[in-house]
Every structure is written in C-alpha cells, then in structure tokens.
C-alpha cells in the first residue's frame, strides 16, 4: 500500500496555508509514490510536525524551525522512493 503523509500543524498559529503549500508540493511531486497528504490540526499549541505513516520526518520543535520545501522534498523521497530524480530539487 502507499504511504500517507500527515501534516500535523498549529491552527492557532495560522499555519494552515503553509501546510496546505507543503502538501501541493509533495502531491505535485510524488503523484505516483503517495496515497495522500493529510491536514491535521493539532491540538498542541506551535506544534507542526510531518510524518510519512508512523514516521517522524520533521518536527519544527525540535529543529527549531519549519523545512525548506526542497529539504523536505528529499526526506519524503528518502523514505517512499529512494531512487528517485527529484531534479533541480535533489541533493548536489
């Protein structure tokens, strides 16, 4: 089965957009490789964490800030798909 990824963000920090971006990209990006991206609110406040299943792929607490979207780019694929040619969106 595909991997879902979960997009877990803090409404009261009106991150919604900013999710809502991220899954674009990654839906844009994976088409094929993912089931689907999921919004989750959060209950807990500041927290925006994404996850591929029951992996944690980035947490802004713990980074101390959000990923660029080529960064998360190349976590996703690490996981769903690594052999994939992500472009100009790769690691050099």
């Given amino acids: 089965m595909k991997p879902t990824i979960t997009i877990e963000y803090c409404p009261k ?3 919604l957009l900013r999710a809502a971006y991220m899954a674009q ?3 844009t990006t994976f088409e094929d490789e993912l089931y689907g991206v999921t919004l989750q609110p959060s209950e807990t406040a500041g927290r925006y964490q994404i996850r591929v ?3 944690n792929l980035f ?3 713990e980074q101390g800030r959000f ?3 080529k960064e998360l780019k190349q976590l996703v694929r ?3 798909s ?3 040619n992500l472009g100009h969106s790769d690691k050099k």
């Fill in 59 to 61: 947490d802004r607490k």
């Fill in 53 to 55: 299943n029951e992996i």
């Fill in 82 to 84: 690594p052999e994939k």
């Fill in 13 to 15: 920090c009106n991150w």
């Fill in 25 to 27: 990209e990654l839906l």
């Fill in 67 to 69: 990923p660029e979207i």
């Fill in 78 to 80: 690490d996981v769903v």
